[in-house]
């Protein structure tokens, strides 16, 4: 994740200490909400939180917290959806 946020931003803000550098890389790109919307809080704290977003859209980024939102297939999305089917409301 380091080398391809250094490629996305240029190399003055790239030295500017970053979430998204410094913890964990899966966390951009995981599959359990609660860990998506940690990775979007850790992204509220970043200094080039608006560059990352309008980076990733520019690119349509295809998935992952970028800029402190989701992408699904290019565009954003409010939350992350669990796997597998809803849950059916008790009668």
């Known amino acids: 994740m380091t080398a391809l946020f250094e490629d996305l931003i240029p190399v003055a803000v790239a030295q500017v200490e970053t979430p998204c550098a410094t913890a964990d890389p899966e966390l951009w790109f995981a599959q359990q909400p609660a860990d998506v919307e940690f990775a979007k809080a850790l992204c509220s704290t970043c200094p080039v939180v608006r560059a990352c977003l309008a980076g990733a859209k520019e690119r349509e980024e295809p998935w992952g917290v970028w800029g402190g939102e989701l ?11 669990p796997r597998g089917r809803p849950r059916k409301n008790a009668a």
Do not use: C, L
Request: charged share 45%; aromatic share 10%; hydrophobic share 35%.
């Open 71 to 81: 992408f699904e297939r290019g565009v954003v999305v409010p939350r992350k959806r």
